[in-house]
């Protein structure tokens, strides 16, 4: 490959980084109960929650968190945020029942995304608040109401498209929610279902790094709040969805230099470092780049909490430019937010063996193939470069096998699925590993829980999906058990 | 000088020797070409005009618009020459990052689309972003756009090469600069200014400056960014470095404060890694006069455009240099004891007093929210106008009885300290504020 490796390494915070530190543990983990293997970290998710909890109190702001439970279908996680006082925001039945089984009251559940009558039944019927798309979906949720002798349940209207003053601020068209230029119609309905349906609010998720774009959504929110109120109604949130991000790298650097070469190798001047020269997106038109990088922005110094707390220190612009947190709090109005992937930073790793190590071409990355397919590891699949971390099966000297000198040095590696299929990639990029990993060493992929550790996992082709652990510290040492046995009282019971 | 229009003003800018004093090299004459000076205030007015000027004539008859992806001088440049010819410009960037350049754009009839930012859930097939639609748009049949195209468009280059160029040799008595220093935006007036300039001395070292990546530098690509550009050529720089957000500003102060220049962070960027670039050349000439006698040098930076538009972007950065002297009755002199010993009235108690004591009642949240609901008979005035007010004394009478209202108690109670500290014998803040008042089921109105 030449020149120096390209470590994207992954960022480790304290409860991640000592449970990596005991590879012990985690072989006879996997030993146990297989390849691939989810662990998740519960106490981890509560202390995320906190620094969301901690900018709202910042700004004065009250209102609630809600975990989006699409981002890992986790029992222990939810089990542990059930524990404190964050919400959840469930996107379909099995999550919905899921969600209550766990212990969350109707009045800490959001019921979002697209609904079937099932699902709309069980929100009503329970009385978890709803938040509609469409006008349509609110006039089927009445006709429910009504025929079923349902209570009067709590509805939040989910809008999109709206407009910037001065700057026309493009966005991409979501298929979710109401374009505020039906507002009209959907109020009157709002006002005619005023019987079984109680207005608390308005909300949007727009999918966007942009804080511009989210600031001038929830700008368009406070004035369609006061439209509401000037009819009569009374409205007192504002949900604005999550999208806040994670900082998945410990090095900006690595970052940059990553980047930097990958533009260079899209370009012919340096060699690929794709399997297949694949460029993420970028070509090359006659030495031009053209193209976007369809990267996740893998280094983001301002994610999460921090992301939060700069929208809302966010001027807004055509209320006389005082910060959005002011807005909402001066008006009155709570601030619910949905971070699902921002609330799971840290909050787990997956779990793969090496079963075969096979040296290419002289010089060339060797090929990795994992006892784990794509799907189980999705970082590729949103577009996540992070190294995994080698954690040898024999810690103090490498196999007869290796020999003396093999695996000190740095190596370029293909990791390759389980699957028959050519496509089977754990990922396209060409990894850099400090060392040669031998079959039977595990690769660590950190901080997988926010959608890449479950989201893509299937059963097709009978390859076993991962199990799922939760683990959590006890003192000094690491306790586990399945996750599916997982209570907030079991830390202090102990399940072992 | 007289002209008959302004585009004339365009071009023939001053290159000023700056002060060795300032820059400390002995062997090497630094110039600043500048562009700052151009009428609509920078390098771009160049380009701008040698791309529209062919074809506004054609387009105004066509009632078309020019539309450019423009984060700043461009568009500032074309908004101005559209309007004079009776078209109007579009801005399209994902870059406008400068809220004074936003709004002046728009003082002047642009109109700005802004890309959106980056999917948080990435979809690999997506095949509408923004970029692809905007060039879609601009190549449907019948479309009356002006596309000047900078980052493809040679003219962009070529006003360089007939114009900048040869103006700094001319001003050289004829000599191309030994090293000429330029910032990456479009590369149209480094690559047209070292073409120029080669051709008159091969010799000539040409040194390309990109912003850091992981900093943002206005008007400056960063080396990933300069690849997405047309004209970009690594082949035109002998080096290409990167230089910080910092060290841009560090550059603009030097430029503003000892040589009288006002330029932004671009050409303070330019000046920056101009001095560092020069230095070891410096260093090295400085050896050989020790030898073999002296040799001189000369080099020569583009100071882009102007400071003013770029304050706010100063200010997030260093808001040290924005220090101002302290004011009077102000809320930051309070002490944690004064302010937590403020008079404060709850709820229940407030209701009574406003129904006996008739307090003047002051809501200190904006107006948007005041109008929304409010204590009725309230009045409102906003904290920020308040504050100011106070800098002057005591906005009203001390016999009148003041309650302050905020949304949590918090702005009030400071304001209630400050006020007893300035004598009035009668405010009270509202404990828990409105949203405290709205907690224990109390009117609120709007009317």
Known sequence: MGGQPLFLEPRLESRLRSLLNVPGLLHTLTEALGSPLNVVLPDQLADNLQQFRSVYGSHHLSGQVYFAHKANRSSALLRRLAATDAGVDVASLGELQHALGAGFTPGRITATGPKNPEFLWLAARTSVTVSLDTRGELEQLATLVRKHALPRTRILLRLSGFEASGVRVLSRRSRFGTDVGELEPLLEAVERHGDVADLVGVAYHLDTTSLTEKATALEGCLRVLEECRSRGLRPRAVDIGGGFGINYLADAGQWNRYTTQLTEAVLGTRPPLTYGGHGYGLRSEAGTLRGTLGLYPAHRPVAGARYLDELLAHPAASLGGRPLAAQLLEHLYDLHTEPGRALLDQCGLTLTRVLEVRDQETGGPLAVRLAAKAGDVALEEHGVLMDPVVLPRDPTGRTAAAGADTGREPVTVHLFGNLCLESDLITRRTVFLPRRPEPGDLLAFANTAGYCMDFHATRAQHQPVARKVAAWQEGDAWRWCLDDQYWPTTPVGGAQ | ?447
């Open chain 2, 1 to 447: 000088m007289r002209y008959d229009s302004i585009t004339e003003a365009i071009g023939n800018t001053p290159l000023v020797r700056i002060d060795p004093a300032v820059h400390g090299l002995r062997h090497i004459d630094l110039y600043a070409k500048l562009e700052l000076l151009n009428p609509f205030g920078s390098v771009k007015d160049r380009a701008a005009w040698n791309m529209a000027r062919p074809h506004l004539a054609a387009a105004a008859g066509e009632g078309g618009q020019v539309v450019e992806l423009s984060s700043g001088n461009t568009a500032k440049a074309l908004a101005v020459l559209a309007g004079m010819h009776g078209l109007t410009f579009k801005s399209v960037t994902n870059r406008m990052r400068i809220p004074e350049i936003k709004d002046l754009l728009l003082l002047l009839g642009a109109e700005i689309e802004e890309l959106p930012g980056q999917s948080e859930c990435l979809d690999p097939t997506v095949t509408d972003d923004p970029l692809t639609q905007f060039h879609r748009a601009l190549s449907e049949p019948g479309s009356t756009f002006l596309h000047t195209d900078q980052y493809f468009n040679p003219r962009n280059t070529e006003a360089h090469f007939t114009g900048t160029g040869p103006e700094i040799v001319k001003d050289l008595d004829g000599r191309a600069p030994d090293w000429f220093i330029a910032c990456v935006g479009t590369a149209g007036s480094s690559t047209g200014v070292a073409r120029a300039l080669r051709e008159h001395d091969p010799a000539v070292r040409v040194a390309g400056l990109v912003a850091a990546k992981s900093d943002f530098i206005p008007g400056i690509r960063t080396i990933d960014e300069a690849h997405e550009v047309g004209l970009f050529d690594p082949g035109t720089y002998d080096t290409i470095e990167a230089v910080g957000a910092d060290e841009a500003i560090e550059g603009m102060l030097t430029l503003n404060r000892r040589c009288g220049i006002l330029a932004g962070p671009t050409g303070g960027a330019a000046y920056f890694g101009a001095v560092r670039q020069l230095r070891p050349i410096d260093e090295e000439l400085a050896e050989r006069d020790d030898e073999e006698g002296a040799e001189r040098q000369s080099a020569v930076f583009i100071v882009c455009d102007r400071v003013e538009s770029y304050l706010s972007y100063v200010r997030q950065r260093r808001p040290d240099l924005f220090g101002r002297p302290r004011r009077r009755n102000s809320p930051a002199d309070l002490s944690d004891a004064e302010v937590r010993t403020a008079p404060a009235i709850g709820v229940a108690d407030a209701q009574k007093w406003i129904a006996t004591g008739e307090p003047l009642v002051v809501d200190l949240r904006s107006p948007y929210a005041y109008a929304a609901l409010h204590i009725d008979g309230s009045v409102n005035i906003v904290d920020e106008l308040f504050e100011e007010l106070l800098h002057g004394g005591l906005p009203f009478s001390r016999s009148r009885p003041v309650l302050l209202a905020c949304p949590v108690g918090e702005k009030s109670a400071r304001h209630a300290a400050l006020l007893t500290r300035m004598g009035h014998p009668d405010v009270r803040s509202l404990t828990g504020g409105v949203i405290a008042w709205r907690d224990a089921g109390a009117p609120l109105v709007r009317d």
